[in-house]
């Protein structure tokens, strides 16, 4: 499976590239070279869309160590209706988020800057992650923050990390032009556990 791309919001997501290049000069928010921002960073984050589909409008989701607002600012572009929290512990990576927020008009993302340890459960319907931590530190997160019956879903390189005890997941596999088939990892509490 390729990531589905949401033609309606491409102006939007080519002005989140230019800003997230001048900020990168200054700041150094990334070391992704600016030829390979829009796979690795766009592409990637749309592979979550078909999985937050059934998501009904005002649920929430939380994005886990978002840095530069990844997936958070690709998922609250492509799905205004739901409620997109940014959460990360890095007050510069946030205000680049912040700055975002201004300049696309994202009304639907809210920004935390803290650690994920640290705050009241944010009760949120799906958590997403990429490349933050390890199955450990992410089910922990989740088991804080997630409704019971939510999922976690984490973009990973691949699907070869064991979960701690009473956590099942599924591995969805899609690709990626030049970068090749990755993983999206389905993350979910045991009934009963």
Known sequence: MKPLVPEAIQAQTQCYLALLDRWNERHALTALAAH??????ILDSWALLPH???LAPGSTVVDFGTGMGIPAIPLALARPDLR???LDKSRKKIAFVRQAVLELGLENLEL????A???PSLQANAGVAKAVGSLDLL??????????EGTLWLLKGDGEESLPPAWRQTV???SLPTRGTRAVLQI????GS
Request: glycine fraction near 6%.
């Open 112 to 115: 935390q800057v803290a650690r």
């Open 84 to 86: 997109i929290i940014a």
């Open 188 to 191: 979910q509490q045991e009934p």
């Open 172 to 174: 969805h596999s899609y």
């Open 52 to 54: 937050l589909q059934p």
């Open 139 to 148: 089910t922990g997160w989740w088991a804080r923050h997630g409704r019971r």
């Open 117 to 119: 340890e640290e705050l």
């Open 36 to 41: 390979e921002r829009y796979e690795e960073l």
